[in-house]
């Protein structure tokens, strides 16, 4: 195959921005990226990229059913718990086609906003009542397709989801929508979920929901399937809440972080989705571990979860990675600004991160288990997103600061592992709005 050369106004190379940078593709991945100031002049059939070029984005926690939650659930008052009652009720509609429908629609969505892989926090595997569908990894072939048709990449991060709750007494059954989610044990959600295949399209992970939903006892198996049997990453929601704290204390003596420890769960391959209201020995812990830290931060807002304490987490050693979880907004270039602005309202200082820490958390393609994506350099996966700036967002922004002033709408082009998959602002889907539209339509037709 031939290569496709582009000239880049802006380039943010792993050594941070440079000017006239020339990107050469072929096969999918990177060949040549030089700059063309000290180079030379580049090729006559280079295609000029207007703006700033980012590597692809990583959203490194989605739930792609949440998107049918938009603009539906923000009203009222309430709290996350309230919240989640509407999120079963979605849950419960869904099938197998109909989540290919959305989850398509929501993976688009995510290319228009320059995501070139999703960490998909997969936890809808049965029929309703939990009944085992003929293939039972039916829903996560759905996510599959989807995501093939939207032309990014996928991690499914499979799910164990085993119980309904935690209290100073124990666990609690699954109940209503929630018999949905779970395999009765450990080690039948390992039986299942080793007969997942990856493919160039997408990784298979493991994921523990929280130690609400999966007991201590199970945690071993998990660990020992995510790194053994799947050779992938471990993702774990920690401390969203802090009735998940007080619960975890009041049953196993200890905070979720230190169970999580004492099991084995952490380590560099595995991510810490919130950590929202971890204390400062649980920061030590995680950060002694070299886990990622997974913020949310439009979602927990959105949810009134609170503020995470993503300085001291990288201070301590944690690497950042972004997620729009329950996709109230799918923008990683919000997520990124709403991860310095959260730090200044909680700390009552500026420049709490550096736009090239910024970046690093939104192209974190390594915590999904893609360590050759998420960079602009030789022999990397060819995935970047094209920053315009002359919209009414980021006319007179400096190129540095780009990250800090765009918002999704201010990506023009984005090419994952080649193939250009959104072309001066439009999907190769085509109205990524009307296809969200009639699924998310089909899904609450009834409310």
């Known amino acids: 195959m031939s290569a496709v050369r582009y000239l880049a106004e802006h380039a943010w190379l792993p050594g941070g921005l440079h000017d006239s940078v020339l990107l050469e593709v072929s096969d999918g991945r990177f060949t040549q990226i030089r700059s063309v100031d000290e180079s030379g002049p580049p090729p006559s059939d280079a295609r000029r990229l207007a703006g700033v070029v980012f590597p692809g984005f990583a959203n490194a926690h989605s739930h792609a059913f949440h998107r049918a939650l938009r603009g539906r659930t923000h009203d009222g008052g309430g709290t996350f718990w309230t919240w989640r009652e509407a999120m079963y009720r979605v849950a419960g509609r869904l099938d197998p086609l109909s989540y290919l429908r959305l989850a398509r629609a929501v993976y688009a969505e995510m290319a228009l906003a320059g995501i070139t892989c999703a960490g998909e926090f997969h936890y809808l595997h049965h029929a309703p009542g939990g009944r085992r569908y003929d293939d039972p990894n039916v829903m996560a072939e759905a996510l599959r397709q989807a995501a093939r048709d939207a032309g990014i990449r996928l991690t499914l991060l499979d ?54 939903a999966v007991p201590a006892d199970g945690l071993g198996v998990i660990t020992e399937v995510a790194r053994t049997g799947l050779a992938g990453p471990l993702h774990v929601h920690l401390s969203e809440q802090p009735a998940e704290n007080e619960a975890c204390r009041a049953y196993y003596g200890r905070s979720p972080a230190v169970l999580l420890a004492d099991h084995g769960v952490w380590d560099a391959s595995a991510t810490a989705v919130h950590a929202t209201h971890v204390d400062a020995a649980d920061i030590a812990v995680l950060g002694a571990a070299r886990v990622t830290a997974c913020l949310c931060p439009t979602t927990e807002r959105d949810l009134a979860d609170g503020i995470g304490p993503a300085r001291a987490l990288a201070d301590a050693g944690a690497a950042l990675s972004l997620g729009s979880d329950q996709h109230a907004v799918i923008d990683p270039l919000e997520e990124a600004r709403a991860l310095e602005s959260h730090e200044r309202l909680a700390s009552l200082r500026r420049g709490r991160f550096t736009s090239r820490e910024l970046v690093a958390a939104m192209t974190a393609h390594s915590s999904l288990g893609w360590p050759d994506a998420g960079r602009l350099e030789a022999g990397a996966r060819a995935d970047f997103a094209v920053v315009r700036r002359d919209s009414a967002r980021t006319a007179g922004a400096l190129p540095s600061q780009a990250a800090l002033a765009a918002t999704a709408a201010d990506v023009t082009t984005v090419v994952a592992g080649g193939t250009e998959i959104v072309t001066e602002g439009r999907h190769r889907l085509g109205d990524v709005g009307a296809l969200l539209a009639d699924a998310i339509g089909a899904l609450v037709k009834e409310d």
């Open 159 to 212: 799910t164990a989801y085993l119980a309904g709750g935690l209290g100073p007494g124990g666990h609690t059954p699954l109940d209503g929508p929630q018999r949905r989610f779970g395999d009765g044990n450990a080690s039948a959600w390992a039986g299942r979920v080793l007969d997942l295949r990856a493919d160039e399209g997408m990784r298979i992970g493991a994921a523990v929901h929280s130690v609400r």
